[in-house]
């Protein structure tokens, strides 16, 4: 199984580079699973998954499974952006106007919190904003 802040050898289903296993990563027979999340897809939570607030974050419970999982504050956070239905664009949107930090940056940690999320089967994705993908 992949430690916290190892590097794994590369997501088992699409091959893509070098991951950094963070503290909210999931692992599969300890094997990193990468689910892309399109970045205009709406993202909630799973219904069967309960969390609670707490004084370091969250603790998210999948009561179909038993499986127990821990978000920092941040993570919290971007978890309860989701909880109303957010994007990806929407969740870096509210979380930019409260940290100063590069857009590139803070998309690519939102987004690899997101995949690691759907990757535990979480949250769930909706589909694109038909707005984004409809031209004129």
């Excluded at 503290?23 to 699973?33: K, M």
């Excluded at 821990?70 to 952006?81: M, Q, S």
Aim: proline share 6%; glycine share 10%; charged share 15%.
């Amino acid at each position: 199984m992949v430690e916290e802040g190892e590097a794994s050898p590369g997501c088992a289903l699409c091959g893509v580079g070098f991951h950094t296993v963070p503290d909210t990563s999931v692992t599969r027979s300890g094997t990193l699973i990468h689910v892309p999340v399109p970045i205009e897809a709406t993202i909630t939570p799973r219904s069967g998954v309960q969390s609670q607030t707490i004084n370091e974050g969250a603790v998210l419970v999948d009561v179909q499974t038993g499986s127990v999982f821990e978000l920092n504050p941040i993570g919290a956070e971007v978890w309860a952006l989701l909880i109303s239905g957010n994007t990806l664009v929407g969740i870096c949107d509210a979380l930019g106007k409260h940290y100063v930090v590069e857009r590139s940056v803070l998309e690519a940690d939102v987004r690899q919190l997101v995949e690691s999320l759907t990757s535990a089967g979480l949250v769930e994705i909706g589909s694109q904003n038909p707005c984004a993908t409809e031209t004129p």
